[in-house]
């Protein structure tokens, strides 16, 4: 289901409103609900990403893919970062996606766990409640990823049928937000290609 405007507008204006409440906060308790590693106005997407714990694999899998870089730059993005666990979990099949001839499959799957915009978990959770269910964002990869609540869970769907969890860990930056997961987002074709 495409988004509409109504939840494009609440994806909008949820972290707009969430900046606004950080910087009015005085206390430092406030700092540290934004980011537990660092303030977010000093570290760009690529420290934070570097300083986060159990992302070691997607670090790699982002340097290998040579996108450090974008995370350095000016405009703001969010990683949706599968944690240790999630590459492990898929064996073989994440053995063979980083391996050096995969670089462009690399790239595309990591595309598609990139969204542009500072959206904290927050502020997803927030959009979510404004538009009454899921909302639909399409990634840089092209892909459409949609954001539920189960609970008090976030799910993250993929059209093609990848599913994951929002995982503990946020790390927020100047330059965007990382948001761990506990899979990593495969599509069905790099599914069959990774093995």
Wanted: hydrophobic letters at 45%; glycine letters at 10%; proline letters at 5%.
């Amino acid at each position: 289901m495409p988004i509409t405007t109504r939840a494009l507008a609440a994806l909008a204006l949820a972290p707009a409103m969430l900046l606004a409440a950080c910087n009015e906060a005085t206390g430092e308790g406030e700092k540290a609900a934004v980011s537990a590693d660092a303030d977010p106005g000093s570290q760009t997407l690529a420290v934070a990403l570097g300083r986060a714990d159990d992302l070691g694999t997607i670090k790699s899998a982002v340097a290998s893919a040579g996108l450090s870089t974008l995370f350095d730059g000016p405009a703001s993005y969010t990683l949706l970062a599968p944690n240790d666990a999630a590459f492990t979990a898929l064996g073989e099949r994440g053995k063979a996606l980083m391996q050096p001839e995969q670089k462009a499959l690399l790239v595309a799957v990591l595309r598609n766990h990139l969204v542009p915009g500072h959206l904290t978990r927050e502020a997803i959770d927030k959009a979510i409640a404004a538009k009454g269910g899921k909302v639909t964002m399409t990634t840089l990869g092209e892909g459409r990823i949609s954001f539920a609540k189960e609970g008090d869970t976030i799910l993250v769907t993929t059209d093609e049928g990848g599913s994951a969890k929002l995982a503990p860990g946020e790390a927020a930056a100047s330059n965007g937000v990382v948001l761990p997961l506990d899979a990593v987002l495969l599509p069905r074709e790099t599914t069959a290609a990774a093995q």
